[in-house]
């Protein structure tokens, strides 16, 4: 690519970037935070509601991302729901991500052994003590690993957004390619691009783990 | 508001297009599973070239977005002079991105196998070639099968992003239906039906042989 | 002399399902005593064990803290969970797997019950801890995380836990079964003072030798049934039931490798 097309398209391709990791990081962050939710609504709730919640959740892991962005972005003006594509998207990726953060949750939830709930249980903590002193920490630890790992793949998820006009890098790629004509190199570029931040960012998350689970690991 | 009468009136022409939706998955995890294997054996090899390829393969294949490969494909072909059908083009596409999960599947089932069994086969004289095709390999296959539907499950959702490079799979299908009838609402829905049923049978599917399996 | 509860179980049955775990259930535990159940595995000693604090919940029968129904306001009526919290915070419990928090220091572990449930200064709460875990030889461990310590000493971290909230009974639910057996003896010594303290101790144990000199009354059980009550010379060393009898027999011969 030549130089005067990176300055030309440099500021935007800049200010895609800056939305695709807007959307990722909020994205994620939401998606999390209603994943732990619903997680807990299933270990908690009474048994009519946890099948209202699961059926949510095999219906958004059922259909493609692409799908459900339709839906919410063209269909939704249709029920009176009007949103911008940016925030269309962010909503989206947030649905999206939840039933799956909700499974780690879950797991993570399922693999604090019974008996250091019990030995709360058994001085006379309150439940909502032993959610947030034993269950949280202990589950939320046991859970890192699946949650780095799908905070990256929603990271790939973000170009999809660029399909409902949501302005970011792919997006900006795109408009960049089509009035230059460089459609191979512009995307090739974006694949290394996303190949490095991916790599990236898995080693640091990696590395956030070790530090993490350190002190829970048994010497030997 | 929400019209049934259109969902229905969209639902069977959409079910029809959705058999390209189906030929694109399972032709891609078809070819997966070919070149999977392939990756899976060069990434377990003696021979450092070979296993540092399969690494960058499974690495590269697995860090940038299936849209950005199926764009940077589509783009490099009518570069490098190769005239194939749309069709075949988003089958390799889909078939080469899922080859790395695969490899990885594999991978993940043979380091699961307790190094036990295998210190046992070679304990018994066994060569190396029996070791892989009479105890490893079976039970890796066993071991694996609920991933690789699971697998399926993912190009079935993914395949709706061909609809980028202009084959007419549910997803487009829908986009063309929605855009003449003026009913995206249930017309989208409608496809995420069809999405979720093919989905749940597949899980369904997968249910099945992971009991089969296991008993 | 620490204030020692007692309990009273009155026709307790147990069902999973079909099976039934408790049989008919009666049996008195006095103030200051201390009690151990033995029997084979599966019969039903640690299910009745449990049920004193209620994490097991008995189908039917009473059982009585201090003559306090746990569990039922009235037979068929569960009790709310604040009053169960209440009683249980007065029953130590003490588990075969230790059940330390492993997100926390040895001391966090002892402090935590006083902070949450006992409602102490998070200062007062571990002067407390420190003192609970001096009392069980551990005062050079209070900083370590649980898997930096032995199980013996995580056993004893564990007991630290339970008498930190001043309980009036403890409840001991084979808390020497995972242990390597050379890490046993020290965490039948702390027992071993607790008792001689004046505690209400009920001890589920595979220590025969525990049972005989520190228990004040041993049980046998077998099938979710109650074979016998009596001292521990006339269980263990003078047994007239046949089927205490073949019991031993298998546990001496174990143990005569």
Excluded at chain 1, 171 to 194: C, G, H, I, K, W
Excluded at chain 2, 72 to 88: A, H, S
Excluded at chain 3, 153 to 166: D, K, L, S, Y
């Amino acid at each position: 690519m030549e130089w005067s097309i990176l300055q030309q398209y440099g500021p935007s391709l800049l200010k895609g970037f800056g939305n695709t990791v807007l959307c990722w990081a909020l994205g994620t962050v939401f998606g999390m935070a209603l994943g732990l939710v619903i997680a807990l609504i299933q270990r908690y709730a009474p048994r009519w509601v946890t099948w209202i919640v699961q059926a949510y959740i095999e219906v958004i892991r059922g259909t493609p991302f692409l799908v459900q962005l339709f839906v919410l972005y063209y269909g939704g003006p249709l029920v009176g729901l009007r949103l911008d594509a940016l925030p269309a998207g962010l909503l989206g990726l947030t649905i999206y991500g939840s039933p799956y953060f909700a499974e780690i949750f879950r797991s993570g939830f399922r693999a604090v052994p019974l008996g250091q709930i019990e030995a709360a249980r058994a001085i006379g903590m309150s439940e909502l003590n032993i959610v947030r002193r034993i269950l949280l920490p202990l589950g939320l630890v046991s859970a890192l690993p699946a949650l780095v790992n799908f905070s990256i793949i929603l990271t790939k998820e973000t170009v999809i957004l660029s399909i409902i006009t949501v302005p970011e890098l792919l997006y900006q790629v795109q408009r960049m390619s089509a009035e230059t004509f460089r459609y191979l190199e512009a995307n090739l570029v974006l694949a290394l691009f996303f190949w490095g931040l991916v790599e990236a960012i898995s080693r640091v998350g990696h590395r956030m783990e070790a530090r993490i689970t350190k002190h829970l690991i048994e010497r030997t | 508001m929400f019209s049934f009468a259109v969902f229905l009136e969209s639902f069977w022409p959409l079910f029809w297009a959705a058999r390209y939706t189906l030929l694109i998955s399972v032709l891609g995890i078809g070819l997966g599973l070919v070149i999977g294997t392939l990756i899976c054996a060069a990434r377990l090899s003696p021979y450092p070239p070979l296993r540092r390829f399969a690494a960058i393969w499974v690495s590269f294949l697995r860090g940038v977005p299936l849209l950005v490969q199926l764009l940077v494909f589509y783009y490099t072909l009518p570069v490098i002079g190769l005239d194939v059908p749309p069709m075949v083009a988003a089958v390799v596409t889909v078939g080469i991105c899922a080859s790395a999960y695969i490899s990885e599947i594999w991978r993940g089932a043979i380091a699961a196998l307790p190094k036990g069994q295998t210190e046992a086969a070679v304990a018994i004289g066994m060569n190396p070639r029996d070791v892989w095709t009479r105890v490893i390999l079976p039970q890796a296959v066993t071991l694996s099968l609920p991933a690789l539907i699971n697998e399926l499950i993912l190009l079935v959702k993914a395949s709706s992003l061909v609809s980028v490079v202009g084959i007419l799979e549910l997803t487009r299908a829908s986009q063309a239906q929605a855009a003449t009838t003026f009913r995206p609402l249930e017309v989208y829905i409608a496809a995420a039906c069809i999405y979720l049923l093919i989905n749940l049978c597949l899980a369904a599917l997968g249910r099945y042989l992971e009991h089969r399996t296991a008993a | 002399m620490l204030a020692a509860s007692s309990v009273e179980i009155r026709k307790v049955n147990k069902y999973y399902g079909d099976f039934q775990a408790l049989k008919d259930i009666d049996l008195s535990i006095l103030p200051g005593k201390v009690t151990c159940l033995i029997g084979p595995s599966g019969s039903g000693k640690s299910t009745l064990l449990r049920c004193i604090n209620f994490l097991e919940e008995y189908d039917s029968g009473e059982v009585r803290i201090d003559g306090q129904l746990i569990g039922y306001d009235a037979p068929g009526k569960r009790m709310p969970g604040r009053k169960l919290r209440e009683m249980r915070r007065s029953i130590g419990m003490v588990f075969q797997q230790f059940n330390l928090w492993p997100h926390m220091t040895a001391r966090e572990n002892v402090a935590e019950g006083l902070i949450r449930v006992r409602g102490m200064s998070k200062s007062e709460a571990e002067r407390r801890a420190a003192e609970a875990l001096a009392k069980v030889g551990l005062a050079d461990k209070m900083a370590n995380h649980p898997s930096r310590l032995s199980g013996g000493q995580q056993q004893r971290v564990a007991i630290a836990r339970a008498i930190a909230m001043e309980p009036k009974l403890m409840l001991f639910d084979e808390p020497t079964s995972a242990l390597d057996p050379e890490l046993v003896g020290e965490v039948l010594n702390v027992m071993k003072t607790l008792a001689g303290e004046g505690m209400t101790m009920v001890v589920v144990t595979h220590e025969m030798g525990f049972a005989a000199h520190v228990a004040d009354q041993v049980v046998f059980m077998e099938k979710g049934e109650l074979v016998g009550v009596d001292s521990p010379d006339r269980i263990l060393h003078h047994p007239e039931d046949a089927r205490i009898q073949s019991f031993l027999r298998t546990y001496h011969e174990r143990n005569s490798f």
